[in-house]
């Protein structure tokens, strides 16, 4: 009698039956963010629910994925081999995914932005307003962050492009320009600096810098300034907005370099006053930034154009 043959595949694990897509993009979100909260906040989860996923993924698989210690999370080689083949099965499925909603046209589709914080918030709302009236029905969504997390939301295909200053020479990234920004150095009024001209930067050694957090592309500007002039920065405080910067430097709590779309106001009713200070203003580009690699869907080829058109600059 001849012997029964068992097939490889019959004989291995069957992935395709005892996993589910929602713990591979659960396992896939820990192990790139290395931190069971803030997966959880990034896939609107409870952390109860992520680490339940990621649990019931290591007894589909028959092995740890991750190495738990404390508050830090380490992939183990398990881990690291699954996230990888996990991410090309995940990347295909959104790719599938664009493929179908191409076939639907712009109107039925959806469009997922970023932008740094002094663009996203005094810019773009405007001009996805715009475009968003004349596309009523395309679901749009904004987040607005630093241009380091920014860059990294890009790379992780969490969002279709990205708005922010200096997107660097990454192979993976395309970049397009899209507007110029320029940053002021600004006082309160009264401030004994307030009137005087052709300043230089040594001239405001003693003052106190208000500042936005690290990885912020305004702050990053204005260091790099300060290091080719030989200034060393005394950064008295760290803050997340720039209407917090505003309100402490009207209050007296130190200077501040802050990009003039956001000073629109203030500049106006005398609030705040530009220094004459040589280097200034520093001229920065934004750019439109999205995956090379990636087949864009129609909405978002659309706000590209529409972007690069600056039709939006005249929209009621």
């Known amino acids: 009698m001849q012997a029964a043959i068992v097939s490889p595949m019959a ?18 979100m820990v192990a790139e963010q290395l931190s069971f909260s803030v997966a959880a906040q990034e896939l609107g989860l409870s ?4 680490s339940y996923q990621v649990k ?3 007894t589909a698989v028959g092995t740890p994925l991750l ?3 404390g508050k830090h999370v380490t992939l183990t080689e398990a881990g690291h081999v699954l996230h990888d083949y996990t991410r090309r099965t995940l990347n295909l499925l959104d790719e599938a995914a664009l493929a179908l909603e191409r076939l639907r046209g712009m109107e039925r589709g ?3 932005v970023g932008a740094s914080t002094t663009v996203g918030i005094y810019v773009i709302p405007s001009v996805l307003g715009a475009f968003k009236k004349l596309h009523p029905e395309l679901a749009v969504s904004l987040q607005i962050g630093n241009r380091q997390q920014m860059h990294d939301q890009v790379l992780r295909a969490a969002i279709d492009l990205a708005v922010y200053s200096d997107p660097g020479l990454d192979p993976e990234l395309s970049v397009d320009p899209f507007m110029d920004d320029e940053l002021v150095l600004v006082v309160p009024a009264g401030h004994p600096l307030a009137d005087r001209k052709k300043l230089a930067l040594g001239d405001l050694a003693g ?9 912020s592309g305004t702050r990053e500007a204005f260091e790099a300034l300060a ?8 950064v008295a405080m760290e803050l997340g907005s720039n209407s917090a910067i505003k309100q402490a430097v009207k209050g007296g709590l130190g200077v ?9 106001l203030e500049l106006a009713r005398g609030d705040l006053v530009e220094l004459d200070v040589a280097g200034f203003p520093i001229r920065r580009s934004w750019s439109i930034v999205h995956l090379r690699r990636r087949l864009l869907p129609f909405a978002v080829e659309g706000f590209i154009e529409y972007l690069r058109g600056g039709a939006w600059r005249t929209s009621p």
């Open 227 to 234: 290091r080719s002039v030989g200034v060393d920065l005394a």
């Open 47 to 50: 952390q109860p629910s992520v």
């Open 56 to 58: 019931e993924l290591e």
């Open 256 to 264: 501040a370099v802050i990009s003039r779309h956001a000073l629109t």
């Open 207 to 215: 003052e106190s810098y208000l500042t936005r957090e690290a990885g």
């Open 67 to 69: 190495d738990r210690m």
């Open 110 to 112: 959806s469009l997922r």
């Open 11 to 28: 004989a291995s694990l069957r992935l395709d039956r005892t996993v589910t897509l929602n713990q591979l993009r659960t396992f896939s």
